[in-house]
């Protein structure tokens, strides 16, 4: 445990020496893209002859999108560019020999993130009902920050896995902005999944994007959900994307040259 | 005059040269960047799709008016990643390593062969997406003869603006110790430049028009396009990408005084 800890130690002095571009890297996007958005929907809603799109008016449409901000504060995270650095480079080496292994050194490095993170977004989301008198319920909204959290575990083992393609892969950066381009887009973190065509909806929540925003915010938003689907679904993709991770890293390890060294 | 240009061509045409060669090692890799921007421009095209499918106009402007709009950013997108984009993520290596002074040694301008030293051949590729995207989008807005003209000219300029702004945050790295930030900066700012001006509320818009003139790259030109009387932000346009490249010229050279050679 004392190693996990000095670890994590390790990664939250790192955000406080480079504390800009923390911030420009992992928060400040956030609130450019809420910005982008509640100005694209205002003006979409002044245009528009009808007071609701898609079951949404104006407010609802704005608090959607804040609570997207939020929830994907802690369910996104940054991609897989370091680990295929690492490997690219035979910097893994040392993880072979020591008491700790690649995996650990580098979920230790995401549980650090994760609670900067998390307490950031706890922060806004305390700061936003108390500010804006928004309703929130205590029990949803801790189902919700938990289902983020979930996907946030997800998350970090779809970009390990991509990261893991470094064995074979010169550059994997490429996979985890299409990774997040998808995401963005199937998440419901740019428009809400209700106004998406009916067919595809139905294929969506059998993938995991939906619980990376949209299912998460409708929870905060007081929405029925149906939680156990959701807890389900998304347990069973990280068991899926962490079994072909390991099967990765043991076939990767193979072929590994330690170049570098 | 004319011998410079020549020669400044053909150190080009060698980076371009290299930059294919190196590609070609890896293919993979040439293919996923592809991917990858095909991925965004088809999300970005469904994106408007979407809304259009609840609405009439936004704005002022119908489905294909915003398309041309978001068929021209996105060609700008796609000569900005294939020419300079790389070369913003290397720079900050380049600084810290102390390998900068190699290009300082050299006889060419070192802003040139900073930041159009690598080209993206997988991003080129794309061109073959964004350009007629650009046309059938035109063609659906009845651009007039003279428009079909000027596009050429206006995506040029706003090319030049986009890198003026880019190359301007780059700078900021000699200042700096880590560039990552400054670059996911650099990249909201496109983000933000992806939508008409007319979105975005008063006091934001002349921030951003008259400030950080990011709202002048697309809609400086487009509004002249569909109407030659709203001619303000495209001449708002011109001033502000000639003196930005001013500036730009101006902060290389006390950025240079301020770089510390780490290697030596």
Known sequence: ?261 | MLKQIQQYLSVYQSFVSTSFAESMNFRLHFVLLIVMDLFFYGSAFFTIEIIYNQVTVIGTWNKHQVMFFLAFMLSINQLVMTMTSEAYWRFPELLKSGELDFILLKPVNSLFLTFFRYIRPGSAFNIFFTFPALIYFGVKVDLTPLAWGLLPFFLLFAFLLQSAIDLLIATSMFWMLEGTGMNFLRMEFQQMSRWPDFIYPGLFRNLFSFGVPILLIGSGPIRFLFNPNDFIPFVAMLGACFLLWVLVALFWKKGLRAYESASS
């Open chain 1, 1 to 261: 445990m004392a190693k996990w800890f000095q670890c994590m130690k390790v990664v939250w002095s790192n955000l406080m020496v480079y504390k800009t571009n923390f911030i420009l890297q992992s928060i400040s996007p956030l609130f450019v893209f809420l910005f982008i958005k509640a100005s694209l929907w205002t003006a979409i809603y002044k245009g528009a002859e009808r007071v609701e799109i898609g079951g949404y008016d104006l407010n609802q449409m704005l608090t959607y999108h804040l609570w997207i901000m939020v929830v994907t504060l802690i369910s996104i995270g940054a991609i897989s560019q370091d680990l295929s650095q690492d490997i690219r480079l035979g910097r893994i080496t040392a993880y072979l020999i020591y008491p700790f292994s690649l995996f650990e050194f580098h979920f230790s490095g995401f549980l650090a993130r994760q609670s900067v993170k998390l307490a950031i977004a706890l922060f806004t989301l305390f700061g936003v009902v108390l500010a804006l008198k928004l309703p929130l319920s205590v029990t949803s909204g801790g189902w919700a920050i938990l289902l983020a959290l979930w996907a946030g575990l997800f998350w970090f083992f779809l970009n390990y896995f991509f990261g893991l393609l470094g064995f074979w892969l010169e550059e994997t950066w490429t996979l985890g902005v299409m990774s997040q381009v998808i995401t963005y887009f199937l998440s419901g973190a740019i428009i809400p999944l209700e106004l998406y065509p009916l067919w595809m909806q139905k294929i969506l929540f059998f993938t995991p994007f939906p619980y990376i925003g949209f299912v998460p915010v409708k929870l905060i938003m007081g929405s029925e959900v149906a939680l156990a689907q959701a807890f389900a679904v998304l347990t069973l993709w990280i068991a899926f994307i962490a079994l072909c991770g390991y099967g990765l890293y043991k076939r990767g390890l193979r072929l590994y040259t330690a170049a570098g060294m």
